[in-house]
């Protein structure tokens, strides 16, 4: 069985591109000094650590670094993990949620970005920060910036903020297939792209037949990527309840910007 989401499909992914001439960039990297066949890799840290670590190892042993971002919640903040991918030569940053965890509370939030960003500073650098999506959340953390600047906390990047997607493609595992917007609520940007990718086999023949373009933002979930079968098709089954909800979310808030949106031009 030819399964995807597994660390052995992954490992695949990377060689197919580096097969077809694409080189590797974290987001800082890529900021400050961008290549031009390039894959900028991210990896959003909502879970299981451990995923992560093994891909940091897998990554490493192909001279690929990646953008590790790491929330701060209990099951996600764990030093001694994150020590060791930066030790790998990968860059760390903050998958920040504050405005999700202070309720909606703008000035809270901003308090709490700046204890958790100082929290993790003294484990690793951290230049670069990226949104947690919380999709079940009716909070968009990104609302953080309409009052305060991350630039101040001498951050240099948002992804979601300060790349140009109608230049670098973006490619997201989000509901265990590449770029559904069915089961996306806020991990979506932007884009004039618009690929429907439902497997990662598909993705690969994209990347033989030179149908991609040349900048390529991949940012994927570790904890769905598995070689242990129990691991995997409970991240499956998971997936398939959570995709089920995330769906009839999406539905809810087109329906509401459709509606609003006939308010507003009558």
Known sequence: MNRDFTVKKYNELLDAFKKAGYEFQTVEDFIGSPLSKVIIMRHDIDKMPLNALEFAKLEKSKDIYATYYFRIVQRTFVPSIIREIAALGHNIGYHYEDVDLC?????????????????????????????????????????????????????????????????????????????????SIRDKVHSAYNFQIKNTNQLINLIQENKLPDQIMIN????????????????LLAQNVKNQVKKIIVKQTNKSIINNSYITIT
């Open 220 to 235: 994927t979930h570790p904890q769905r990527w598995n070689d242990n079968i129990f691991y995997w098709t409970k991240e």
């Open 103 to 183: 309720k909606g509370d703008i000035d809270k939030a901003f308090l709490s970005f700046k204890v958790n960003l100082g929290k993790l500073r003294k484990i690793a650098p951290i230049k670069t920060i990226c949104m947690h999506g919380s999709p079940l959340s009716r909070y968009d953390n990104r609302k953080l910036w309409d009052k305060y600047d991350y630039r101040d906390e001498d951050i240099i990047c948002e992804p979601y903020l300060d790349i140009d997607f109608n230049k670098v493609l973006y490619l997201t595992d989000t509901g265990r297939r590449w770029n559904s917007e069915d089961f």
